[in-house]
Nanobody
Framework: QLQLVESGGGLVQPGGSLRLSCAAS????????IGWFRQAPGKEREGVSC????????NYADSVKGRFTISRDNAKNTVYLQMNSLKPEDTAVYYC?????????WGQGTQVTVSS
């Protein structure tokens, strides 16, 4: 079964940190650019960050620039999103997918809640 599984979310206070993981099963991530996306309640899903297949190119939404860092470990078939200085507006379900997006790879996501 080809799937991407997100993990690492949780409840954190403003200013805190979390590291999300996106693990692939059934296929290798080596050949794919990967993106992180998020969807807050009542809002559309938005792109947060993406990384090229080699890891040599990364991009970030303005809202997370300087706070989030995307990385990948192709040997572990995993992409990470390090989130620092979290704000309440970062609260959302976070998803990963290939870039361009392939609908069959949308998973359950991982909930991130930033609250005091």
């Amino acid at each position: 079964q080809l799937q991407l599984v997100e993990s690492g979310g949780g409840l954190v206070q403003p200013g805190g940190s979390l590291r999300l993981s996106c693990a692939a099963s059934g296929f290798t991530l080596d050949y794919y650019a990967i993106g992180w996306f998020r969807q807050a309640p009542g809002k559309e899903r938005e792109g947060v960050s993406c990384i090229s297949s080699s890891g040599g190119f990364t991009n970030y939404a303005d809202s997370v620039k300087g706070r989030f860092t995307i990385s990948r470990d192709n040997a572990k078939n995993t992409v990470y999103l390090q989130m620092n200085s979290l704000k309440p507006e970062d609260t959302a379900v976070y998803y990963c997918n290939t870039v361009p997006v392939r609908n069959r790879y949308w998973g359950q996501g991982t909930q991130v809640t930033v609250s005091s």
